[in-house]
C-alpha cells in the first residue's frame, strides 16, 4: 500500500483520502537535477479546506516539492494540478490562485503595512476599486489594523509575521502555502499564529499547506500530515492516525546515573517494548505498549546492576517518536532560507 492511499508508507489500516474535491494533486512527481533525483515519484492529494502539513528534515525534498507546485521551477516527470490548474501547462492559473509565504520576512522594513500591502496588490493587478476593501479585510483578520499606518520596522516579530500572511492573502487566493509560518517566534506568538491561521481557514474558505519542524505545531494545526525523507514519501495521515501507526503506546524516558554499553540491550528486553532510542550519554527513550509493565521491570533491573535512576517519566507517543520510526533520526531545526527563495510567484512570471 503506498503512503499516498493510506497513513503510512509500510502499511496500516487505511481510510479513503479525497473525501473532499481535491484543493492540490500531486501524482507520480518526479525533480532531478542532473544525476540526483531529489523528489523521487511522489503522490498525495490535499483536500479543499485542509491544513496539510510537510514534515521532513534538511534536504528531504519538501523544499522542493513547495517550489514545483508554486511554479518556481520545473516538474521533472509526473505532473501537479493545483486549484485544478497543471502547474506545468498552466502557471499563471496557478498564480492567480495562491499565495506564498516564505520562512524569511520579506515586507520592506521602510514602508508602512498598508503601503507593504498595496504594492503586492498592484503586482497581483488588484483592482483599484477592490484593493481598499482587500486590504482592510486582511488587516481585520490578522488584527493590524490600527497598525496600518506604523512603519514595517516598528512592528514586533509576530506583528511582522502576521502582515507577512496578510500580505499573501491581499488578492484572495483559494490555497495558502507557508514555509515555516512561526519560525524565530516565541511560544505566545507561535500559539497567536496558529488561532490565526485556523480563523483563516474557516472564514476565508482557504485550503493551507505548510512545512514545519515544529511537531507540536504539526500536531495541534494540521488536519493530515506528510512525512518525507530522501525525496520519498514515508508516511501520510491524520496525526493520531500516524502516532497509532507506530508500536509502542507509551513513551518511557529514563536517564541512568552513569552510561554503560549494556543498557540498550537491557532495555530491548523489558515487557512491551517495541523499540530503543539512545539520546545522550546515559539517556533513552523506550517505546512500550505498556508503560507501567515497562516502567516497573525497568526500576527492578536498575536496581540488580547497580544503577541509578536520574530521571524517568511516562508519556504518550508523540510524533517525535513518529518521525524517529519513518526516517531512522529526529527532525533538527533548519537554517532560514535565502529571501528569494520561495519569493511569492506573480502571475506572468517566467519561473
Known amino acids: ?3 499516498a492511499n493510506g497513513f503510512a508508507a509500510n502499511g496500516g489500516a487505511a481510510r479513503p483520502i479525497v473525501e473532499r474535491p481535491a484543493a492540490i494533486a500531486v501524482e507520480n512527481i518526479v525533480k532531478r537535477y542532473g544525476d540526483f533525483e531529489a523528489v523521487k515519484d ?14 521532513g528534515p534538511n534536504g528531504a525534498g519538501k523544499s522542493t516539492l513547495i517550489r514545483m507546485m508554486t511554479t518556481l521551477i520545473p516538474v521533472t516527470a509526473g505532473r501537479a494540478l493545483v486549484a485544478g490548474h497543471d502547474v506545468s501547462k498552466d502557471p499563471d492559473d496557478v498564480r492567480r490562485m495562491i499565495g506564498v509565504i516564505p520562512q524569511a520576512l520579506t515586507s520592506d522594513p521602510d514602508l508602512t503595512v498598508e503601503e507593504n500591502l498595496l504594492i503586492y496588490a498592484k503586482l497581483y493587478s488588484v483592482p483599484r476599486a477592490q484593493r481598499e476593501k482587500n486590504i482592510a479585510e486582511v488587516l481585520e483578520a490578522v488584527d493590524l489594523t490600527k497598525w496600518r499606518g506604523a512603519q514595517t520596522k516598528t512592528l514586533s516579530g509576530g506583528m511582522r509575521r502576521r502582515l507577512e500572511i496578510a500580505r499573501g492573502l491581499v488578492h484572495d487566493p483559494r490555497i495558502f502555502f507557508l514555509d515555516e509560518p512561526t519560525t524565530g517566534l516565541d511560544p505566545v506568538s507561535r500559539i497567536a499564529v496558529w488561532e490565526m491561521l485556523n480563523h483563516l481557514k474557516a472564514t476565508r474558505d482557504l485550503t493551507i499547506l505548510i512545512t514545519t519542524h515544529y511537531m507540536e505545531e504539526a500536531d495541534k494545526l494540521c488536519d493530515r500530515i506528510a512525512i518525507v525523507d530522501h525525496g520519498k514519501l514515508v508516511a501520510l495521515g491524520t496525526p493520531t492516525e500516524l502516532k497509532n501507526s507506530v508500536a509502542g503506546a507509551n513513551v518511557v524516558e529514563v536517564q541512568f546515573d552513569h552510561e554503560s554499553p549494556q543498557w540498550e540491550e537491557l532495555l530491548k528486553k523489558l515487557a512491551g517494548v517495541s523499540s530503543v532510542q539512545p539520546e545522550s550519554a546515559g539517556f533513552y527513550r523506550v517505546l512500550s505498549t505498556s508503560g507501567s509493565k515497562t516502567t516497573l521491570e525497568l526500576v ?3 536496581a540488580e546492576h547497580g544503577a541509578t535512576l536520574s530521571s524517568l517519566s511516562v508519556q504518550n507517543t508523540t510524533l517525535d517518536d513518529v518521525f524517529v520510526h519513518y ?14 527563495f520561495l519569493m511569492p510567484p506573480r502571475p506572468g512570471m517566467q519561473p
Not at 511522489?42 to 479546506?49: E, M, R, W, Y
Not at 533520526?329 to 537554517?335: A, G, K, P, S, V
Open 42 to 55: 511522489i503522490t498525495f492529494h490535499v483536500a479543499d479546506g485542509e491544513i496539510f502539513g510537510l514534515l
Open 1 to 3: 500500500m503506498s503512503a
Open 327 to 340: 526516517t531512522g533520526r529526529q527532525l533538527r531545526d533548519e537554517q532560514i532560507k535565502p529571501v528569494n
Open 300 to 302: 527492578q533491573m536498575a
